[in-house]
């Protein structure tokens, strides 16, 4: 039920939920686990809280007191919150009561307060996209990509001692939910060469000879070209006398692929690429499984707005848990749904649909992300709809709003895009929008609940 407290916040009473958000009355087959888990249930997925309740993972990414402090200034922002670390359960408390039942890309101090479930991304090296990453990240300035060398010791190590450090800080807490790895890691071949210059493949076949990674491509080669130094001249139009030649070679520059004579070199990118994409992702999996074998592992943050490579997809899930995609072009909706239905047809896996929102533009946020409203109330309808149509899908467990406040172009510096929040710089509430997001919830829940009473009456 929905109530207005003295600010004319939304606040909402959940009585049904668990204290991890699950619904009391959609026990999980499977009972309580140990750590949240999803489950299969015959027809759906569904996420499985400690407590062994199913839950709808609708979580709120990028929960910072930035744009409030900004816009407060700081003696206003001091009289609301007292300090930046009291506004951390100021703020998860609105959003809990708005009717989120997660915390998505957040980081400390400190993520979920002891109140909502939240995600961990793993980090190693600083990366473009505003925080560390484990793989080569989408639209980086050309000089601050980074390919790492999957095949080597020393990225092996440094994933060991990545996973150890976030273990000992969240694998005991019960409502840490699962570990992300990247941020929109870049497995394109064709986009980052066109983009970046170069792509993961192109950068490791670069390596000197005692890389790990060029021996990995070198070998590679030898199986495709049966050992046969003449067919692959003939195809790269090089003059080596031998493989062991290509080790200390660089590889010619690949030529466009709409060149008919680059079909062979094309199969051998994405043949490249997916022993890279399972390097990758077995080396990080198994790290994290052998020092915390409960939770789950919630991969790449997939950027689904450029065409994901179907082998990279299929690879990861069969290591991952769920598979996670950031997801803004829902202005076709029925597009949008299908698109989605194939990517889990293509893995078999649940999604949590990580990143995505409805905007509405006004002259401090002119160049919003996300689909366009022409008001706050259209917005909030438009959510309302979107949650209960992609809950209908049986792969999706969650959808995560990004972000908590409005992104103002005032801010410093100005982002080039901006988000619309939850609230606005001030941090207050846009309730024609959050007001919304109880009755889509609930309308969700009586979807589920009206599938599990039919799947225990056909079992019974």
Request: charged residues 20%; negative net charge; proline residues 8%.
């Amino acid at each position: 039920m929905l109530m207005i407290d003295s600010d004319e916040l939304p606040v909402v009473a959940w009585e049904g939920l668990d204290r991890f958000g699950g619904w009391r009355d959609l026990p999980a087959a499977g009972g309580a686990p140990a750590a949240f888990r999803v489950e299969y249930t015959g027809t759906r997925w569904q996420l499985v809280t400690p407590e062994g309740h199913t839950a709808f993972s609708l979580g709120v990414n990028h929960l910072s007191p930035g744009p409030v402090l900004a816009s407060l200034g700081e003696t206003a922002f001091q009289e609301r919150y007292g300090d930046e670390a009291a506004f951390y359960p100021a703020a998860v408390r609105q959003i809990q009561g708005w009717g989120f039942t997660a915390l998505g890309h957040v980081r400390q101090p400190w993520t979920g307060c002891g109140m909502l479930p939240y995600l961990w991304q793993l980090s190693t090296a600083p990366s473009a996209r505003g925080g560390p990453s484990l793989a080569p990240v989408q639209r980086p300035a050309r000089n601050q990509i980074a390919f790492p060398d999957v095949f080597s010791t020393d990225w092996a190590a440094l994933v060991d001692r990545v996973v150890v450090a976030a273990a000992a800080t969240v694998a005991s807490d019960p409502f840490f939910l699962g570990y992300c790895f990247t941020d929109v890691p870049e497995w394109s071949i064709e986009y980052a060469r066109r983009t970046i210059g170069r792509c993961w493949g192109d950068a490791l076949a670069a390596l000197p000879a005692h890389a790990a990674g060029k021996q990995a491509y070198v070998a590679l080669m030898r199986r495709h070209y049966r050992n046969d130094i003449d067919w692959f001249n003939a195809v790269y139009r090089t003059s080596l006398s031998g493989f062991d030649a290509l080790l200390r070679e660089t590889p010619p520059p690949p030529l466009p692929y709409w060149n008919p004579d680059e079909a062979r070199r094309r199969a051998d990118d994405e043949a490249w690429r997916r022993v890279i994409a399972k390097q990758y992702y077995a080396t990080i999996c198994n790290v994290v499984r052998r020092h915390d074998p409960h939770h789950l592992l919630l991969g790449d943050r997939f950027d689904a707005n450029l065409p994901v490579a179907d082998d990279v997809l299929r690879i990861a899930a069969m290591h991952v848990d769920v598979i996670c995609l950031e997801y803004y072009q829902f202005d076709d909706l029925d597009l949008h749904l299908r698109r989605i239905e194939s990517m889990y047809a293509a893995t078999g896996k649940p999604l949590l649909l990580c990143d995505g929102c409805y905007a509405v533009a006004s002259p401090d946020m002119p160049n919003v992300i996300g689909p366009r409203c022409a008001t706050q109330q259209e917005r909030g309808e438009a959510l309302a709809s979107y949650l209960v149509a992609v809950a209908e899908l049986a792969g999706v467990i969650g959808w995560h709003w990004c972000g908590y406040a409005d992104h103002s172009i005032t801010l410093e510096p100005p982002p080039r895009g901006q988000h619309s929040g939850l609230c606005d710089p001030t941090g207050r509430p846009h309730a024609e929008v959050v007001g919304r997001v109880p009755a889509a919830l609930e309308a969700i829940h009586r979807r589920w609940r009206a599938e599990s009473d039919h799947e225990r009456r056909a079992t019974a």
